[in-house]
């Protein structure tokens, strides 16, 4: 194909496409490139939608083909809503981000088509970045639909694109696209389903129009695991108040056009323990007897028979959710069955491994979790390697330095931290054993203000049943606390080679979880999210936002599995209760407002939130006790220590006063003689001599110095004075 116009603006050759020359004049010339632009997008799209997919199996939608489309939809216990789009249509490939996070939080789903040419894609690397940014605000700003409706109603999709579903297509009567179908539950024959023709596509719209859907169905075709999301009488509801039950019942009153009440039932379905009705504020009577004035408001029957008004911070079917998901004993069925769970420990189960239930605040840290996990981390899982060499080794004194200068720990912690580095760095070897590492931190020198209690004392990391939490929770809370510090100090790593790097806290989490986590698997889906978006972070704050959004990354991906606690759901955290600020609802979908969670997160993880509660002594047993114990006795620690108590009346000192590492040292220097915070007068393996902190092997090596100096002085002594002697008598020459 040729131009046969002779225009000195015609620059282009374009073939299976009309040729275009723009004439000289700038509106046309503008016109033109307009159109030759939309041409090659359009092309472009056609061209890579025959290998690429809008969705994949990693998105929480379920992908129908031509051979499992009619199944699906036959007989199902639940209803559908399908999707069906065609993977070259612009509207289709823009919509998708938002259908995704209909299903789920959006997570490497946003798909965006370049052009690129082959062996050469250096040049899109910033595009890229910019791409992963968009990713990473829509994954944290998009509320995902609960995964629990699933047990209600099933999303779906379908792409008309490939050659395959062709036919499909066709059966279903589909001629535009994106196309979206509703199927009722138990259709017993094919039907093409009712037609969304709503202009307006936006979540919360079409989350609404999913109620409504559901609301259609009648008792014969029911899905079978749906509640009722009709409103409850007045008769029905006061019938229940003080009454006892055997679970709690929730009330959402509002108003006839609102949907959070029918939200909430659903986003509660799976839970057990819990029942939730709608009531509407049109019923005057039941309005008055509750003494609700405004809404939509929720009111709570507890089992004893007992009721009230939640307290909500926002009145949003977020904070609903939230607040009645986290009632004690409410939980999340187990693969749906409703199976009763283990009650909550009260009491030891098996002397050494369990221990009685301790009260704690889910708003406070607690040391006795920080000192667990570094016991375990330390004793237990380092162990399993019996020799340091290479990476590992290079891992280690990198941990090492990080946590010796940004614990905010006890001072006979930070002594040991700040020893066990100090040795590292002092040995030039390429290979250290696991045993050495061992003896310094059962302190086998005896080096007086230097313990780490081998008591494993979980308190806020706690498990309904031993098994659960534990040490992956005090191991996420510790890196937290690390990246708060390291915000909050940022000279804290100075001299260490690390003080330029924002992301060093991060960067040693990586490589620890790689090289020494147990959880393999575990630590595969760490370095995945790693690799992924790690490199973008700039500074200390945005270090502490990027654990926190990959700890709920985590938690959301672990929901509802045989690891979660049933009576610790992982939920989105913090949650309303927590942190009310932290979360904000905009045209019905919920987002975080970062600015308050990282405000929080520092509030939270700061060294003046971590509790002492339930800290054992800093100081061992004599070494007789010591070597009595037994080996599960020695790993698990002393069943019969005893935890420090506070002194009635005063403000507590003794261990209380969690102070950073750089007022350890100063500590140290300032007050000679103290292993600690406000010491006790315990008795210690350790003498403090001249106040310097010498230990019994210190002051037994001086004395067998001493001992052998003089020995050697007297010797030396005696044989000059024998020779001086013999000297006189041979050259003496007495005189006549």
Not at 13 to 25: E, K, N, Q
Not at 463 to 478: M, N
Not at 693 to 703: A, K, P, R, T, W
Request: proline share 5%; glycine share 6%.
């Amino acid at each position: 194909m040729s131009c046969c116009c002779s225009c000195p603006y015609h620059r282009y050759l374009f073939y299976d496409m009309a040729t275009l020359c723009v004439d000289s004049r700038p509106s046309l010339r503008k016109t033109g490139f307009l159109f030759l632009k939309a041409s090659i997008i359009l092309v472009l799209l056609f061209h890579l939608a025959q290998t690429t997919r809008l969705y994949s199996e990693e998105d929480l939608v379920v992908i129908l083909t031509s051979s499992t489309i009619k199944q699906s939809l036959l007989n199902s216990s639940t209803a559908w809503l399908v999707q069906f789009y065609s993977s070259w249509c612009g509207h289709c490939i823009q919509y998708s981000p938002t259908w995704k996070a209909l299903a789920r939080d959006v997570q490497d789903d946003l798909q965006i088509y370049l052009p690129v040419v082959l062996n050469n894609r250096s040049a899109l690397d910033p595009l890229h970045n910019s791409i992963q940014d968009i990713k990473l605000w829509l994954s944290q700003n998009f509320l995902h639909l609960n995964e629990d409706w699933e047990q209600a109603i099933r999303i779906g999709v379908l792409d008309c694109a490939q050659e395959n579903n062709f036919d499909i297509c066709k059966d279903f009567g589909v001629h535009f696209y994106p196309t979206f179908r509703y199927f009722k539950a138990h259709n017993p024959a094919f039907d093409v389903g009712q037609t969304n023709r709503g202009a307006d596509r936006e979540l919360q719209t079409v989350r609404q129009l999913m109620v409504n859907f559901l609301q259609n169905h009648t008792k014969q075709d029911w899905p079978a695991s749906c509640p009722a999301l009709e409103p409850s009488s007045s008769e029905n509801i006061l019938s229940l108040i003080g009454q006892k039950s055997d679970q709690y019942t929730a009330i959402i009153v509002e108003n006839e056009d609102s949907y959070i009440g029918r939200e909430v039932i659903l986003d509660l379905m799976t839970y057990q323990g819990l029942t939730v009705k709608r009531a509407l504020s049109s019923d005057k009577r039941l309005i008055e007897k509750l003494g609700i004035n405004s809404f939509p408001s929720a009111y709570l029957l507890h089992p004893n028979g007992t009721h009230d008004i939640l307290d909500v911070q926002k009145r949003l079917r977020f904070f609903f959710s939230s607040f009645l998901k986290l009632l004690p004993g409410v939980h999340r069925k187990q693969n749906g069955s409703g199976a009763a769970q283990e009650p909550l420990i009260k009491g030891p189960q098996d002397p050494g491994i369990s221990e009685a239930w301790k009260d704690f605040e889910k708003s406070k840290v607690y040391m006795a979790d920080l000192e667990s996990g570094l016991h375990y981390l330390l004793r237990v899982e380092l162990a399993t390697h019996q020799t340091l060499v290479g990476e590992e080794l290079k891992t280690f004194k990198v941990f090492v330095t990080v946590v010796a200068k940004l614990f905010p720990g006890r001072h006979s912690v930070v002594k040991l931290l700040e020893t066990l580095l100090e040795w590292l760095i002092s040995l030039p070897l390429e290979k250290i054993p696991y045993d050495a590492i061992l003896d310094l931190v059962n302190n086998k020198m005896r080096i007086s203000g230097m313990f780490l209690s081998n008591q494993l004392q979980w308190v806020g990391c706690q498990g309904s049943r031993v098994g659960l939490r534990g040490y992956p929770c005090s191991l996420w809370t510790l890196f937290h606390v690390l990246t708060v510090q390291a915000a909050r100090q940022p000279d804290a790593l100075a001299n260490t080679g690390l003080e330029e790097n924002p992301k060093a806290v991060l960067q040693t989490m990586r490589m620890y979880i790689v090289s020494f986590f147990g959880c393999q698997e575990c630590g595969k889906h760490f370095e995945e999210m790693a690799a992924e978006s790690l490199s973008q972070v700039k500074s200390l704050d945005q270090a502490v936002l990027w654990l926190w959004r990959k700890h709920n990354q985590v938690n959301g991906r672990l929901a509802g599995t045989m690891s979660e606690d049933p009576h610790f759901p992982k939920t989105q955290w913090p949650s309303p209760d927590l942190c009310p600020t932290c979360h904000e609802e905009q045209d019905g979908i919920h987002v975080w407002n970062e600015d308050k969670v990282l405000a929080f997160l520092k509030q939270h993880y700061g060294a003046a939130n971590i509790s002492p509660k339930h800290l054992h002594s800093s100081y061992p047993k004599p070494p007789a006790a010591d070597r009595a114990l037994k080996p599960n006795q020695e790993m698990l620690g002393h069943p019969e220590s005893k935890p420090i108590e506070p002194i009635p009346g005063k403000t507590v000192a003794p261990e209380s006063s969690v102070l950073p590492a750089n007022h350890a040292k100063q500590s140290r220097v300032e007050g000679a003689g103290q292993a600690g915070i406000g010491a006790h007068n315990d008795i210690r393996p350790g003498v403090s001599f001249l106040g310097l902190g010498f230990s019994n092997l210190d002051m037994s090596l001086c004395v067998v110095l001493y001992a052998f100096s003089c020995v050697f002085l007297m010797f030396m002594f005696f044989f000059f004075r024998v020779r001086s002697k013999r000297w006189k008598v041979r050259y003496n020459r007495p005189y006549v």
